[in-house]
Every structure is written in structure tokens, then in C-alpha cells.
């Protein structure tokens, strides 16, 4: 009886009690087979309880593609992938059958061969990480690489990266790439590429388009614009936040609105016209100091003064009050004694670190002249008023501003808009 | 030359440099007119400064309205209205220029004549705060005022409420409220109601409707649908957010759909038909333990373990991980070294409190079986996965379950649905 088939496969498991159809997956694990159900789901096995493996479908061999020398097309542009991980290019951690990041970068691009029609491919691995891992150092680290790439001829950069924490970076490469040349992309994915209902080929192959196609300059993501395959968003660098655990359609514009619409066959359309064009000035990185400490507090119902205290001798705060700017600090009763102790907490925090105010309804603008509770922050110290900045992007901004400014520039700077961080008006159409 | 006018006249005041045309607002202090111009702002100007002022059009006289008895009308349901604060009865602090909580209950009824058509109206001031400053000791005392407000025969309570926090109070009520046999509405604006573009009155208006047309017992939210003046939105308590600084259709349905749509005439449409009907049950109330010490903690690039550890004397914490429920525990190069002193934070935390992860998303649900990072954080105690909760859901929600059950139970119950703060199954609808 036939017990094995390739990895990738479609396949019937059998065992005694069920017969497992899906895709058999790469195991390390000699006496396991795994099996990613339709589901979305693993299901691991073991090898001696298993009755028989009839294979369905074979697998493209995306090892033996890998292999294949790339032909240089003198016409297309140079596309450079930088991978630094996530879930677009990852598969099954087979000690626990839960999803890890593992794929090198030609198959990576052995698994999506459209790209190669679309521009000359040079790939390198730099990190395979969780981007829920990414330190100020691993901005550096990218930075640099991206920097290298530009230099060496790459007419536009892609890089893979998780979706976790990819409008942080997309946030941290706006401040850090000075005079940015050409595109550099976020592309993520939010069901792994093994799986069926995966948005990473059309992701990919939408940015390389859109470095193809486009004559923007600057840091951008590109995600799906619907949960349907119709076309990707390219979204601004500093308004770009991920709004659902697990769509395809997670990443949106907040306070803003798309760059640009970019669909798998490369027809591409601009919704913003105010944008950086590509130029032929060279890119300058200014980087984190990677031992900086910047805290990020969420105002909420029955705080305690503790709560700032905790951030005295962190480098800087980000706190994302409520509604227009907002934190717990009016004395009117004999519950709200504690407000006091806040107020005195924010005061003393201000005086020696930059405290930054953003609003945790996300949408909209702080402003802190509209209440008393706003002037009195204000008064403490508090910073950030009239600004409709991200609290992800205040806080890439505030620890980038600390890392490359004197300490007076920094109050000045965290409100004034440098990277399209913060936006003059408020428009109708940036909201849900 | 005339130099007054009375408060609420729309009005034209000139001085040397300029002609100010807006509301007179009431002013305490003798020597300074404050007008509100029709951007929102408010100017003060000092009397002396004033050349003129011309009366364009008279304020109705709400005080001497709100002197009026009311008739009672046998055939209409008791709607009781709960003055708890906020911006939908506000007005200007003169000493700053700023927008404070101040109109009396009465005076709110007397602005808004069109609801003692729907109903017969009690009215009665609890507190005039802003809702930033809520603490559980003003929920306890909220929840007491409702429920005497059931047991002497109302058929709904509306709850006036500032909206910074009005989601927390939503889910806390919801949580607090046993055996609720009517509505309970919480009830805000966005726009103080002495502007013309305030959502005050219809927001108030179709809560009164909701109350008298429908058989609906339980906790929710009503406020605009839209930015126009369409209809409202009747919100679920444990699903709902200020989504927006500004806007009037601010309040949004997370992970769900609203309950139902009401407009301004009282024509009433349900959306979701599986909800609690009214009931002759007696509501008993189960408050908060106002001791209690409750973290949030919003994962971000770069921690250090300190930002944990800065809660090991607190009660519980919620924290809003990435993606699906993630924060960084994995060692994977020199920089991520931290992330060790992480992972043995949570589990230390988790050895003696309860630590619930939620996800900075908003939107979608907790899965922490997908990636390894979740599998890590699952085996170091952290409670919550499956669950769809919103961050500030699990927060009220572990702050109560910690104030009415025992330890075991706690742990058990944050995963269990309770009070529709978590869904089995996810809706394509539900989302942006």
C-alpha cells in the first residue's frame, strides 16, 4: 500500500478512523505526515497509523523552478525583493502544526513566475522573522539593505515582510529613507501560500506592477483592496494600519485615502495626485538608536497614576487618549482623587520626556483646545494637538525624531508633517 | 450703542479689527463676550473691546420652557432620562473658552420639546462629568439609578453620556444589568447642542422613539448612522466603538452589525432579530469592585519586559497584542534578546492574575493556535483565544468578572460569552 506522496501534493490520507483530503505538506519530522486541510487547518499524523496515501493532484516541483537560471530582460526595469519574513512566504512548523516563516526568496519566486515578465528579479533573504519581533535594530538592518539595493540599480524595492506590525515599518522606512528615489513596497499576506485562499501571489505581483508602471517615489504598502481578488491598494507609508486579524482586505488608509489602485494585470490607477515622483537623488538613511525606550499608554476608565509613572524612565510616551485627546485628570469627586495624581504624573513625565498625545479612535484629529480636560493636558506638557497622526506612526516618529534631533527640535517637529504623517485638513472620504 | 444681547442670539459683535458673527454664549464673567463662531470656535472678547452688537435673531428661551409642567399622557411609555454628562448637554467654560458638561436635566428636556410627544418624561441629573474621568464607583452608581428607575416603573432609560468612554460604559452596564426587562439607551453627541450642526437632538430623539416603539430589553448604544442627518444606529453595548475624534457617525458596530435603524420620525427597522425581548423580570445589579487595578497593555516594536512587569501588582491585564494575538517572545537573533525577559513576564504575570489577549486590530478575532508565537503565549498562561472581544469589552469584562466570581472561574468565563461580547461565528458583514 502506497504511505507516501511530495510535498505539496493533494492528497487522501487514510487512517482508521477518517480520510484527510489536502495538501500534504514538507515535514522534518520522518514519522509525522502533515495534511493542510481545505479548512485552512493542519492535521498531523502519524506515520504508522496511517493506512494509505492516494495522491490526487502533483505539486509544481517550485524547488526545481528555483533552480532555473533567470534571463536578464534589457527592457524591464530591475525589481528588487528584500524578504524579512511573515506569512507570505511560510509554511508548517511541524512540531506544532502552527504556521512559521521559512521559505527562502527563489522559491519564493519560483512559486510566483509572473514576476519575471514583469521586471528583472534580483531576491535576497535578510531576516526570516515574525514581524511582531521587529526592533528598532531590524529598521536599521532594513534600511541599509534597501539603501544597498537602490545603489546597485533597483529601479524599485519589494519587501516581504509580516503583516503584524508592517504599517509600523511602512512608518519607520518613510522617516528613515531621506530623498527616497524610487518605490520601496510593503507587501504581507495574510493566508499563508500554501493555502488556496492566499493573497500573497496577487499582493506580490500587484507591487511589482506598480514599481513596473508607476513613476511614484516613496514607501508604500500593498495589500488587498476588498477581500475579493479584484485589485490591490498601494497605501500611504504613515496612514496605513491593519484593521482585521485575519481578511485580506485588513490593511486601510486611515485619515487619508489610497495612493493608488493596482490590479493583477498591471492596470493601474492613481486616486492621489500629490505624491513624490521618481528622481535620480541619492538615498540617505537616517536610522534608530536602537536603545531607545518609548512607551505607548492607552487611556482607559479607572486608571491609576502608576500606570504613567511606570514610563519615567523610558526615553518617551506615546499615550493614546480618548476622543479628541483625552485623559482621566479632572478632579469632581471624591472617586476621582487619583486624577490629580495623573495629572501630576503627566506633568512630571513632560518635563523630561516628550509626551505625546493620539487618540485611540483612531480616525480623526487630536484636539485639545476643545475641553478643559485638552487645555490642562496641554498645560501638563502634553504634546501633539491638531495633529491626525497614527498612534503606531507617533510612536516610529517620536523614537525617530529622538534618534536624530536635539531635544527642543523634537517638541517642535513631533507636530509638523515631514513624511505625510499629518495632514492639514480633514477630508469626507478618509473615514470607514 | 447697544453692547448685549441675551445667551443663544445669533448675533453680529464688532470690534475695532473685526465683525464676529455667532452665537452669544453665556458668560460668568462680566467683562468678556464669547461668541461662537459657526467653524465651532469660540472667541472671547473683552467688553470693552466691543463696539456694537446686533441681534440677527433671538434665542428661544429654553430656561423659561424648562419652568413648564409637564402633562402626563396616559396612553405614553415612562421614558426616563439619566443626566450622566458629556457634550450633549454642554455649553462653554468662560474661563478658557472651552466646551464643559453644565446644562441641567431640565433645560435639556425644555431644548428638545419633541420627546414629551414619544413619552412621559422623568429627567434627573447623576452626575455632570466628562466620561474620560469614569472610574467603576461611577458605574456602580450608574447601574443603581437605572435599576430604581425600572423598579418605579420606567419602560427605558436613557442615559445622557459624554462619548469619549461611552463604549466602556455600554459593555459595563451590559455586564452589571441582570435580568434587564427594558431598554436601557446610552445616548451622546458629538457636537455641543448649542450648534447648528449638533447630532444632540436627534441622537436623543430617536432613543425616546427606540424606547416606545420597540420590544427590544437590553444595553445598547444610539447615535448618528451617518455624518447626514438619515436616521441612528441602536448599537450593541459589548460591540460597539467611537471609531472617530470628530465625526458624528463616530459610533461603530465592531465584529457585528447594529441591532436596529430609527429615524427621527420614530419609523424603526430592526437589523439583527435575535436579540432580548422586554420582560416583566426584576433587573438585579452586579457591580464593580472599585479597588481593583486593571492594565491595558498595546503591544508595540521594540518592548522591553519592563512595560509587563510595571502590572505584576495590578488585578488583571488586558493586552492588545498584533495580528491574531501576538507579542514579541520569540529569540531569534541578538537584538530579540529582550524577548526572552518578555515571554517570562507574561508568564509570571499569568501565575497570579488573569492576562486576556485581545488584538490592536479591532477588527476580527483572537487565534492563537495559528502561529507558534500564539502557541508560546497560550503555554505562558495568556487567556482569551477564540474570542472576538473588543479590547475595551475584555477590559470592563475581566474587571467585573474579577469583582463577582472566584479566581477559576474568571479564567473560565473570559472565554465563554456572556453578554453577546463574543460571537461564535465571524460575518462578512462585520467588518468596514
Given at each position: 500500500m502506497k504511505k507516501s506522496?511530495?510535498?505539496?501534493?493533494?492528497?487522501?490520507?487514510?487512517?482508521?478512523?477518517?480520510v484527510y483530503k489536502g495538501v500534504l505538506m514538507p515535514s522534518s519530522d520522518s514519522t509525522k505526515i502533515v495534511v493542510k486541510l481545505k479548512s485552512g487547518y493542519n492535521v498531523g499524523l502519524l506515520r504508522k497509523h496511517v493506512k494509505k496515501i492516494e495522491v490526487l493532484e502533483h505539486a509544481k516541483t517550485s524547488k526545481a523552478a528555483a533552480a532555473k537560471k533567470l534571463v536578464e530582460r534589457k527592457h524591464l526595469p530591475v525589481i528588487s525583493i528584500l524578504h524579512f519574513g511573515g506569512t507570505i512566504a511560510a509554511e508548517v512548523d511541524y512540531a506544532t502544526g502552527a504556521v512559521v516563516a521559512r521559505f527562502t526568496p527563489e522559491e519564493l519566486v519560483a512559486k510566483f513566475p509572473e514576476i519575471e515578465q514583469?521586471?528583472?528579479?534580483?531576491?535576497?533573504?535578510?531576516?526570516?522573522?515574525?514581524?511582531?519581533?521587529?526592533?528598532?535594530?531590524?529598521?536599521?538592518?532594513?534600511?541599509?539593505?534597501i539603501a544597498k539595493e537602490i545603489s546597485a540599480g533597483a529601479d524599485?524595492?519589494?519587501?516581504?515582510?509580516?503583516?503584524?506590525?508592517?504599517?509600523?515599518?511602512?512608518?519607520?522606512?518613510?522617516?528613515?529613507?531621506?530623498h527616497l528615489p524610487v518605490p520601496v513596497v510593503l507587501v504581507g499576506s495574510q493566508r499563508s501560500s500554501d493555502r488556496g485562499s492566499s493573497d500573497a501571489a496577487m499582493n506580490l505581483i500587484c507591487a511589482a506592477h506598480f514599481i513596473s508602471k508607476s513613476n511614484f517615489a516613496g514607501v508604500c504598502v500593498c495589500m488587498h483592496e476588498k477581500s475579493s481578488d479584484d485589485f490591490c491598494s498601494i497605501l500611504p507609508a504613515c496612514k496605513v494600519r491593519k484593521m482585521h486579524t485575519s481578511r485580506r482586505d485588513?490593511?486601510?488608509?486611515?485619515?487619508?485615502?489610497?495612493?493608488?489602485?493596482?490590479?493583477?494585470?498591471?492596470?493601474?490607477?492613481?486616486?492621489?495626485?500629490?505624491?513624490?515622483?521618481?528622481?535620480?537623488?541619492?538615498?540617505?538613511?537616517?536610522?534608530?538608536?536602537?536603545?531607545?525606550?518609548?512607551?505607548?499608554?492607552?487611556?482607559?476608565?479607572?486608571?491609576?497614576?502608576?500606570?504613567?509613572?511606570?514610563?519615567?524612565?523610558?526615553?518617551?510616551?506615546?499615550?493614546?487618549?480618548?476622543?479628541?485627546g483625552h485623559a482621566p485628570v479632572n478632579v469632581i469627586d471624591e472617586q476621582t482623587k487619583e486624577h490629580k495624581k495623573i495629572l501630576d504624573a503627566?506633568?512630571?513625565?513632560?518635563?523630561?520626556?516628550?509626551?505625546?498625545?493620539?487618540?485611540?479612535?483612531?480616525?480623526?484629529?487630536?484636539?485639545?483646545?476643545v475641553y478643559s480636560t485638552g487645555?490642562?493636558?496641554?498645560?501638563?506638557?502634553?504634546?501633539?494637538?491638531?495633529?491626525?497622526?497614527?498612534?503606531?506612526?507617533?510612536?516610529?516618529?517620536?523614537?525617530w525624531l529622538l534618534s536624530n534631533c536635539k531635544k527642543d527640535d523634537v517638541k517642535r517637529l513631533i507636530g509638523e508633517n515631514l513624511r505625510g504623517e499629518i495632514s492639514k485638513r480633514t477630508q469626507e472620504n478618509e473615514y470607514l
Open positions: 506522496g511530495h510535498p505539496f501534493d493533494m492528497a487522501e490520507v487514510v487512517t482508521s478512523d477518517c514583469i521586471g528583472n528579479v534580483r531576491s535576497r533573504l535578510i531576516r526570516n522573522m515574525f514581524s511582531e519581533d521587529m526592533r528598532f535594530a531590524h529598521y536599521n538592518l532594513l534600511a541599509k539593505e524599485g524595492v519589494i519587501v516581504t515582510h509580516g503583516t503584524d506590525t508592517m504599517g509600523y515599518t511602512a512608518a519607520a522606512l518613510a522617516f528613515m529613507l531621506e485588513a490593511f486601510k488608509a486611515v485619515n487619508s485615502i489610497p495612493i493608488a489602485k493596482v490590479d493583477i494585470k498591471g492596470s493601474l490607477e492613481f486616486v492621489q495626485t500629490n505624491y513624490k515622483r521618481k528622481s535620480k537623488e541619492k538615498v540617505v538613511v537616517k536610522g534608530f538608536r536602537e536603545n531607545l525606550r518609548i512607551g505607548m499608554l492607552k487611556v482607559h476608565p479607572n486608571m491609576h497614576a502608576q500606570e504613567f509613572l511606570s514610563y519615567k524612565n523610558f526615553d518617551g510616551l506615546v499615550i493614546e487618549g480618548t476622543g479628541l503627566i506633568r512630571s513625565l513632560s518635563k523630561n520626556i516628550p509626551v505625546v498625545m493620539t487618540s485611540q479612535t483612531i480616525f480623526g484629529r487630536v484636539q485639545m483646545n487645555r490642562m493636558l496641554q498645560e501638563a506638557g502634553v504634546l501633539g494637538n491638531y495633529c491626525d497622526m497614527l498612534p503606531e506612526t507617533a510612536f516610529i516618529k517620536l523614537a
